[in-house]
């Protein structure tokens, strides 16, 4: 089946617009002899004259008298979609986001981001949904908005990435823990018993990787499904956490935190999206809200 050419629709807005050959020229900028090509085209076309000689000028026949309203509408409606898109409305925005985070994220930002969402754009509404593995799916088939987490070697390449914060590992007991007042040598942290939070529940997290380099092991007593519950246990047990600072910084008030008795290196935590709403402009405006309830600045 051939297809129309939709640029008559122009062709054919223009011409019952004026109501001549030679208006229509001079609006689209032809020729009148190639408007004159058109109008024949569009004749044959649709099968009916659409605009009749009537003493000097030219009067449009019932059929594009019909069509005369309906061929405006979609003229519109393609410069619409096509055209740049319109400054962003944001008290007039009605729209939900979905974040899909990782743990402690809504702890310690989520209160701050919906206070700076509340007051620029009442009508957007968040949709925080837990991350459980590092599977960028969501993001690439729309499910997801926008993922915060550590970018790893799992992250789809296509992605796009924007750091928010640095963190590094601490340590953290309840505040009357028998190492309360005490300095926590590496001696001390390997003879207390600990819990591991790991959403995957694997037996061992990066602090082991970093102990066993020294050629040394923590008993692991307890693992967790995430720093919140890894801390919960910590508060009510002997029991000592190691989890990220900043993302953590909610979760552990009233508790004692000490820098680990040994090297680990800091990590970034990011925010990834995928590339097809960079240039959607309110995606961009809550690209801008995340950084700056991290602390983070300006959007890029």
């Known amino acids: 089946m051939t297809q129309p050419d939709l640029n008559l629709l122009i062709t054919l807005d223009a011409l019952l617009s004026e109501g001549s050959v030679a208006g229509a020229a001079r609006r689209l900028r032809l020729s009148p002899s190639a408007m004159s090509r058109a109008l024949a085209r569009l004749r044959e076309t649709t099968g009916d004259p659409l605009l009749v000689r009537a003493g000097r000028g030219l009067v449009p026949t019932p059929r594009a008298l019909a069509l005369r309203a309906q061929v405006g509408g979609l003229v519109r409606d393609a410069q619409a979609v096509l055209g740049r898109a319109h400054e962003l409305d944001l008290a007039g925005l009605v729209r939900t986001f979905t974040l899909r985070v990782s743990d402690g994220f809504v702890e310690n930002v989520g209160a701050a981001l919906i206070a700076r969402i509340a007051a620029q754009a009442p009508g957007v509404r968040l949709r925080f949904v837990q991350?459980?593995?590092?599977?960028?799916?969501?993001?690439?088939?729309?499910?997801?908005?926008?993922?915060?987490?550590?970018?790893?070697?799992?992250?789809?390449?296509?992605?796009?990435?924007?750091?928010?914060?640095?963190?590094?590992?601490?340590?953290?007991?309840?505040?009357?823990?028998?190492?309360?007042?005490?300095?926590?040598?590496?001696?001390?942290?390997?003879?207390?018993?600990?819990?591991?939070?790991?959403?995957?529940?694997?037996?061992?997290?990066?602090?082991?990787?970093?102990?066993?380099?020294?050629?040394?092991?923590?008993?692991?007593?307890?693992?967790?499904?995430?720093?919140?519950?890894?801390?919960?246990?910590?508060?009510?047990?002997?029991?000592?956490?190691?989890?990220?600072?900043?993302?953590?910084?909610?979760?552990?008030?009233?508790?004692?935190?000490?820098?680990?008795?040994?090297?680990?290196?800091?990590?970034?935590?990011?925010?990834?999206?995928?590339?097809?709403?960079?240039?959607?402009?309110a995606h961009r405006w809550l690209r801008g809200c995340v950084l700056a309830a991290c602390g983070t600045g300006a959007p890029g």
Request: aromatic share 6%; hydrophobic share 45%.
């Open 131 to 281: 991350k459980a593995d590092k599977d960028s799916g969501p993001l690439r088939e729309g499910d997801v908005d926008l993922e915060t987490g550590v970018v790893g070697r799992l992250a789809s390449p296509e992605l796009r990435t924007r750091a928010l914060f640095q963190d590094r590992y601490i340590g953290v007991m309840r505040a009357d823990h028998p190492l309360g007042g005490r300095n926590v040598t590496l001696a001390r942290y390997l003879a207390a018993r600990h819990v591991l939070a790991s959403r995957r529940g694997l037996e061992s997290g990066p602090m082991d990787e970093a102990l066993q380099a020294l050629g040394r092991e923590r008993h692991i007593a307890a693992i967790a499904g995430g720093f919140s519950m890894a801390l919960a246990l910590a508060r009510g047990t002997d029991l000592i956490a190691t989890v990220p600072e900043m993302h953590t910084a909610t979760l552990r008030e009233g508790m004692r935190s000490f820098a680990l008795p040994f090297a680990m290196a800091p990590f970034t935590v990011s925010m990834l999206w995928h590339p097809r709403m960079d240039g959607d402009a």
